[in-house]
């Protein structure tokens, strides 16, 4: 059976957009906080994606791996429209995505630039790839 996620946006400015993101797994559920960039109509490197349905799987980066010298896996979000690379990976401020999603386990304003941006966004990442067990899945954003 696919695995399912939803991620609900909730907030954005000219900045950044900010959302919940979901996952069943049965009876179980996973929940973090989402951080992307502000909806700039899919503008490659500035906008964050498209509301819609997507499939995601977990890919070798090769931008991610020249950047950390090592083999880096992220989970891609494929067929965004005139779009690809779009990783759902580690960050905690908005200027460190580019179009990709950051997750983290709470939002909170870290660098007092009163932009709130995500906590623990290493661990929440490694939490969402374990609960998904590294296999492909539907994300439907909203």
């Given at each position: 059976?696919?695995?399912i996620a939803?991620?609900i946006?909730?907030?954005?400015?000219?900045?950044q957009?900010?959302?919940t993101?979901m996952a069943?797994?049965?009876?179980?559920?996973f929940?973090?906080?989402?951080?992307?960039?502000?909806?700039?109509n899919?503008?490659?490197?500035i906008?964050?994606i498209?509301?819609g349905?997507y499939t995601?799987?977990?890919?070798?980066?090769?931008r991610l791996?020249l950047?950390?010298?090592?083999?880096?896996?992220?989970?891609?979000?494929?067929n965004v429209?005139?779009?690809s690379?779009?990783?759902?990976?580690?960050a905690?401020?908005?200027t460190?995505i580019?179009?990709?999603i950051a997750?983290?386990?709470?939002?909170?304003?870290?660098?007092?630039?009163?932009?709130?941006?995500?906590v623990?966004?290493g661990?929440?990442?490694?939490?969402f790839?374990?609960?998904?067990?590294k296999?492909?899945f539907i994300?439907?954003?909203?």
């Amino acid at each position: 059976m696919t695995k399912i996620a939803a991620l609900i946006r909730f907030f954005g400015d000219s900045k950044q957009s900010l959302g919940t993101i979901m996952a069943m797994d049965g009876a179980k559920l996973f929940v973090a906080k989402t951080l992307e960039l502000s909806d700039k109509n899919n503008q490659n490197n500035i906008s964050c994606i498209p509301k819609g349905t997507y499939t995601c799987k977990y890919t070798r980066s090769t931008r991610l791996s020249l950047v950390t010298k090592r083999d880096y896996y992220t989970y891609e979000v494929l067929n965004v429209p005139n779009r690809s690379g779009i990783r759902i990976h580690s960050a905690n401020f908005y200027t460190q995505i580019k179009g990709c999603i950051a997750m983290g386990d709470s939002h909170k304003d870290l660098n007092a630039d009163q932009s709130l941006d995500v906590v623990h966004s290493g661990n929440t990442i490694k939490a969402f790839e374990d609960f998904m067990c590294k296999e492909d899945f539907i994300l439907t954003i909203k």
